[in-house]
């Protein structure tokens, strides 16, 4: 087969399309897959690779013959590869048979990714049997029958059956990121039908920027009014960061200007979020508040399970925002954290305090350093001292549960854990 440099910009064109189609029908898929660098590689003996982290490859001489809910199918099967760590779990395991069984359980993931406000659950990628020019039928490794199962129990199963092992080890070669082909010799194929599973490890610093992307993913599907597929349940298995609890972006709207609401997007206004990836998204005029002061209470009357819900909060506010500013105090400031390093400091979870309570000089703070917020949050149980005057801008109290209550501004509740006993009556919704 050859294909020219025309056709290959094509392919690579209907692969980004697909990736901003998954952007907006499925944010949480979508976000992963704008992470990572789409590249052609010609010769790859399968429809795609990827190293987990920087790369999808793929060959356009094949995918070429793909039609989109194929080609989608194959774009969300590599992603499953990032979320679900399939490597990393291989551990001592037949690498044959453990790369069936992450096939399996994937391709069952992808399968049911459905077309968003269909009654009927359509499913959006499908990957029947297809044929490929000199390459005969390709299957891939779809069944029922494994529903349900993780990639380890399918294991089990799939060890006690008489498999066809693969005809021998396969040579690929992938350019790297200047374009100059990297030659990987001896690689297991596993008849998977998609992908060749690439053996690359993942060091710790690299296996933690997985797992931060993965929750920012799940915090942009959350601010995206949690639109779309989430593989909710096998998150929590991983132990992932739970997604923020309170509709950020309808209360950030009801702050902002009404223009904020619209559905009106222009290139004129891009969306800074994904700048520094070299794209350009349209973006919705007014689509963010310009400042946030953010002041989090991490006095002694605040337990270690609240901080960690208010953390999680605040990273589901920063799509939301131009600036944001986040102050530590509990009777007086403890430290002020600037945006840009905003997410990795609540990452660490280093957060000072454990005195008593008082706003006034938070508020002292923000008026001596001309702030001057759009809006500003206080994320606290309110068991604290205020400013006799209300300042002149709009104040929303983040609670627990159980809370005080304060002399002016908006309170927000958090909602309860699942089984918690609470007396006290909450603040109603937002609506």
Not at 37 to 55: I, M, Q
Not at 70 to 91: D, N, S, W, Y
Not at 233 to 257: E, K, M, N
Request: with cysteine; proline share 8%.
């Amino acid at each position: 087969m050859t294909i020219s440099d025309a056709d290959i910009q094509t392919e690579l064109e209907r692969l980004c399309a697909l990736r901003m189609q998954m952007l907006e029908m499925h944010p949480f898929w979508g976000y992963l897959l704008l992470q990572v660098k789409l590249t052609p590689a010609l010769g790859l003996p399968s429809f795609s690779a990827t190293d987990c982290l920087r790369h999808i490859w793929f060959n356009p001489e094949l995918t070429r013959h793909l039609n989109a809910a194929q080609l989608g199918f194959v774009l969300a099967h590599e992603i499953c590869h990032q979320v679900f760590a399939t490597l990393e779990r291989a551990g001592d395991r037949d690498a044959f048979i453990w790369n069936l069984a992450t096939d399996y359980a994937i391709n069952l993931i992808v399968a049911d990714i459905t077309v968003p406000g269909s009654g009927n659950r359509e499913k959006l990628y499908d990957f029947r049997r297809v044929v490929i020019p000199d390459c005969g039928d390709i299957r891939i490794c779809l069944d029922e029958a494994y529903r349900g199962m993780i990639a380890e129990t399918i294991y089990e199963h799939l060890m006690n059956e008489d498999l066809d092992r693969a005809p021998g080890p396969v040579t690929v070669l992938l350019p790297d990121p200047h374009g100059v082909p990297r030659r990987l010799p001896d690689l297991l194929d596993h008849l998977g039908g998609i992908d060749i599973h690439l053996p690359l490890d993942l060091n710790v610093n690299a296996r933690e920027t997985l797992q931060e992307r993965i929750r920012d993913a799940v915090g942009v599907w959350s601010a995206g009014d949690r639109r779309g597929d989430l593989p909710g349940v096998l998150l929590g298995q991983l132990g992932l960061l739970r997604p923020p609890q309170i509709p950020w972006q309808r209360l950030f709207h009801r702050f902002a200007d009404a223009a904020l609401g619209r559905d009106d997007y222009s290139l004129a206004r891009p969306n800074r979020r994904y700048w520094a990836m070299d794209l350009v998204v349209p973006g919705r005029f007014q689509e963010t508040i310009s400042r946030v002061v953010i002041a989090l209470d991490t006095s002694a009357s605040m337990d270690e399970e609240e901080l960690r819900a208010v953390a999680s909060e605040i990273i589901g506010m920063m799509p939301l925002a131009d600036d944001m500013t986040l102050i530590i105090a509990d009777a007086e400031i403890q430290e002020v954290v600037r945006f840009e390093g905003l997410e990795s400091f609540l990452r660490a979870g280093r957060l000072a305090g454990g005195g008593g309570t008082d706003h006034v000089c938070v508020f002292d703070y923000i008026a001596a350093h001309g702030l001057a917020p759009s809006l500003f949050i206080g994320l606290t149980d309110l068991a604290s001292s205020f400013p006799e005057r209300k300042p002149p801008y709009p104040v929303l109290w983040v609670t627990p549960p159980r809370h005080a209550d304060p002399p002016w501004g908006l309170v927000v509740a958090l909602p309860p854990e699942p089984g918690q006993d609470l007396d006290d009556a909450q603040p109603p919704p937002i609506s």
